[in-house]
């Protein structure tokens, strides 16, 4: 038997063995609540949870705070199903049974049951009154997880977070109703705590390397800011393209997903318009899947929008060196050597060029490492990798290409 429900049988049976010997059914009736509570609270205690967010609030039963608190869980539980997250935000309410009364006393519940987001807090008390009308304000509160590195002595990720999701606290800041208006302020609340909440768990879970249900939280939640011309979605667009970034830049290094990387792309360039990260990539991944009038488009495509731009030649010399194109790929990276100065790291391309070459065996991608290594890092290392080059290559590959390399490697560039 399953330790959990050996322990929660070892601890009722007595209970229920003294009430039925007790022969009083009355007084089984009389308390049912306070059993049925005692229950779930030794349910919450010994059986593994099956919830990742857990709502606890106080607040008076009967009263209006009451009625009003149902309404909005009611609400909230409605915007997960209408936003398809019912099956990544599973809620469980459990403020009869668990209220915390400190941010240690949460931090703890949810370092122990492994719970993502613990909503907590409070309705201040019923028959407080605001220039003559019955008000009641929410104290909301949050706790999460984070990942916390253990050379990070100075927890500078939670401070970041801290700073991040108190700044989206001072936009998303309505927690009050009004008796009066009752029917749009739970509404106005319910849709603030969705989307904070969603914010949180979609930024934090990415952090935690869980980036698949982070793209769903924050593609769901931008694309419902979006249809209520909200401008909370500015704050989701970061953490969303961080996310999509992620995807690109893992399939761009593993071919079996160009599939997936295409679809990033795309994605990407919904929310930026001709983005030159997702257009060059999107031009890599088409290429991969044999979509060559496509790929030449948004090579086209780069050219237009991004002239004279030492990343748009590199990138596109690159493609060409993909296609065969050798001699333009040439024109592009004789182009590149003109610059003065670049706009980006020209080592980390270098690395990356060999370690294309070592999957792919193109000499051409050593021939564009040894340009890059040549007008902007080690001119020692150019012309070493250009002599590779010449020895894995031949002339009638790329006759400019082969006797420029050729040029370069005996000497520094007159």
């Not at 668990?98 to 949810?110: G, L």
């Not at 890599?284 to 090579?299: A, H, I, M, S």
């Not at 294309?356 to 007008?375: R, T």
Request: aromatic share 14%; charged share 25%.
């Amino acid at each position: 038997m399953c330790k959990y429900y050996k322990d929660m049988i070892e601890v009722l049976i007595p209970s229920l063995i003294i009430l039925f010997l007790s022969g009083m059914g009355k007084i089984i009736y009389d308390y049912r609540k306070n059993i049925f509570l005692y229950l779930k609270r030794q349910k919450l205690n010994l059986l593994p949870i099956k919830f990742n967010v857990a709502l606890s609030l106080n607040f008076n039963e009967g009263l209006n705070s009451g009625i009003y608190y149902k309404e909005i869980k009611r609400c909230l539980l409605k915007l997960i199903e209408e936003n398809n997250l019912s099956k990544i935000i599973i809620l469980k309410d459990f403020s009869d049974i668990k209220n915390f009364n400190s941010i240690e006393e949460a931090e703890d519940f949810r370092n122990k049951k492994q719970v993502d987001l613990i909503i907590w807090g409070g309705f201040s008390a019923d028959g407080l009154k605001k220039d003559g009308e019955e008000i009641h304000k929410i104290d909301l509160k949050f706790t999460y997880g984070y990942p916390r590195a253990t050379e990070d002595k100075d927890n500078v990720i939670g401070k970041m977070l801290l700073v991040d999701i108190s700044s989206k606290f001072a936009i998303k800041n309505y927690w009050q109703i009004l008796d009066k208006n009752s029917s749009d302020d739970i509404e106005i609340i319910t849709n603030n705590l969705f989307d904070l909440a969603t914010y949180i768990l979609g930024s934090t879970l990415k952090l935690s390397g869980r980036i698949n249900i982070s793209v769903s939280l924050l593609e769901n939640l931008f694309y419902k800011l979006l249809s209520k011309n909200d401008n909370f979605k500015n704050q989701v667009i970061p953490h969303l393209l961080n996310c999509y970034d992620f995807y690109i830049l893992d399939s761009a290094f593993n071919k079996r997903n160009s599939e997936l990387g295409e679809q990033f792309c795309e994605k990407y360039l919904k929310i930026i318009p001709n983005n030159f990260f997702a257009l060059a990539n999107l031009a890599l991944f088409q290429y991969r899947l044999g979509k060559e009038n496509l790929t030449e488009e948004n090579v086209e495509k780069l050219l237009k929008l991004y002239p004279n731009l030492p990343v748009t030649e590199v990138n596109v010399a690159f493609i060409r060196i993909l296609q065969k194109n050798y001699q333009n790929a040439f024109k592009h990276y004789l182009k590149l050597s003109s610059f003065k100065q670049i706009d980006f790291n020209p080592q980390e391309v270098v690395e990356f060029l060999f370690n294309q070459y070592a999957i792919k065996k193109d000499p051409a991608l050593l021939y564009g490492a040894g340009i890059l290594s040549f007008y902007f890092g080690d001119q020692v290392l150019a012309r070493e990798t250009f002599k590779e080059y010449l020895s894995k290559s031949s002339e009638k590959d790329c006759k400019s290409m082969y006797r420029n390399a050729k040029r370069l490697s005996v000497g520094p560039h007159k």
